[in-house]
């Protein structure tokens, strides 16, 4: 069985028609924050491209929540913000570095910050 | 799992809202994980200010393989849902809690989540505690630091001991192991603070 929300394709065509992942030097992971740059698009910029474009004109978005507001593979995604950032037409920020991550301070601003919730 | 097909009423509002607040700095991730229907959405519904988004994944060909070796046969591409919510804190903070899967056959996907993640919140069901040694294997395996949470299911067996379930699931001594209702927001929160503070406490080492 494939498919199970609503007879989508689970390949988007523009993946299967010649789609290339271009090698973008920038790299791109579930958490990365794409932000428009403000750049003027092309007018025959690929209806994929330009619907990710589209969605980051309202706001920044993580990879993962284009990727749901889409309903593409987080993978597509990826492929996707790689040739938006080669056209310069968006920028990317990284999370927390992996090697930061334990630091006891920002340990303890999660920690404070999940405490406040609670007394809300 | 009616959570697979159904898509769950609620009145937080779609998209507008999705977009990061300017003040997002700092993005960090915990996994919420365990086996199938143990509440990992629940937990991530209730303490979540968007709306819970899900990705749907696909499978690599291993996964398919192993589809295979059971007698599911020209199974071309599957995918996988993954919830994910998220809470912005102060100070620019924005924690993701992605529901994850605790199947060996995930492995692959689990560990690309997994990249770079504070740690993982383990939820167990009492009914069924040896439904969660697959996915306690795949956390041990990718150095992760985590927690466990057991979900209070009405009907779960009362009588173990905390040294008991401690022994059921093989963990260590400094492993913190909490009971939490995923339903609620405070029980959530307490579960995921069991983890924070876990990896305040024991620094842990740089995982590989
Ligand atoms: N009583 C009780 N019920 C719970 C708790 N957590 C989850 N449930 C119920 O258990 C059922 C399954 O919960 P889900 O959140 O869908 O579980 P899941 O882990 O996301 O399941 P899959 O995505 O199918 O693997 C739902 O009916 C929940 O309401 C809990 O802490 N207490
Ligand atoms: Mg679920």
Redesign the interface.
């Known amino acids: 069985?494939?498919?199970?929300?609503g007879g989508r394709p689970?390949?988007p065509a523009y993946l299967s028609t010649g789609g290339v992942a271009r090698p973008s030097r920038t790299h791109l992971?579930?958490?990365s924050?794409l932000t428009c740059s403000g750049g003027r698009a092309p007018t025959d910029l690929p209806a994929a491209q330009a619907a990710l474009l589209e969605e980051l004109g309202?706001?920044?978005?993580?990879v993962?929540?284009a990727?749901?507001?889409l309903?593409l593979?987080?993978?597509a995604v990826l492929v996707l913000a790689a040739d938006l950032l080669d056209r310069d037409l968006v920028l990317a920020r990284a999370?927390?570095?992996?090697?930061r991550?334990?630091d006891?301070d920002?340990?303890?601003?999660?920690?404070?910050?999940?405490?406040?919730?609670?007394h809300r | 799992m009616a959570s697979a097909t159904s898509s769950t009423v609620d009145d937080r509002p779609a998209g507008a809202d999705v977009h990061l607040p300017d003040t997002a700095r700092d993005l960090v991730k915990i996994l919420v994980t365990g086996p199938f229907g143990v509440g990992k959405t629940t937990l991530i519904r209730s303490v979540s200010e968007i709306r819970p988004l899900h990705t749907e994944e696909l499978l690599t060909e291993a996964s398919a393989q192993v589809d295979d070796l059971a007698g599911v046969r020209e199974k071309s591409t599957t995918t996988v849902a993954i919830d994910f919510g998220r809470i912005s804190l102060p100070g620019g903070i924005v924690l993701y809690l992605f529901g994850t899967p605790g199947q060996e056959r995930f492995r692959e996907l689990w560990d690309d989540i997994a990249y770079g993640a504070l740690g993982a919140l383990v939820l167990v069901d009492a009914r069924r505690i040896d439904a969660s040694f697959d996915v306690l294997g795949l956390v041990e395996e990718s150095g992760l630091p985590y927690a466990v949470a057991f979900n209070t299911f009405p009907d779960a067996p009362r009588h173990h001991t905390p040294e008991q379930l401690r022994a059921a699931l093989d963990l260590e001594p400094t492993t913190p192991m909490v009971t939490c209702d995923a339903r609620e927001a405070d029980s959530s929160i307490d579960a995921l603070l069991a983890l924070v503070q876990h990896l305040i406490d024991h620094h842990p080492p740089e995982p590989r």
Not at chain 1, 58 to 62: A, I, Q
Not at chain 1, 106 to 118: F, H, I, N, Q, T
């Open positions: 069985m494939t498919g199970r929300r689970l390949v992971e579930r958490l924050v309202h706001g920044s978005l993580t993962v929540e990727a749901a507001l309903r593979p987080v993978s999370p927390i570095p992996p090697a991550r334990f006891p920002l340990l303890k601003r999660v920690a404070d910050g999940l405490r406040d919730l609670k």
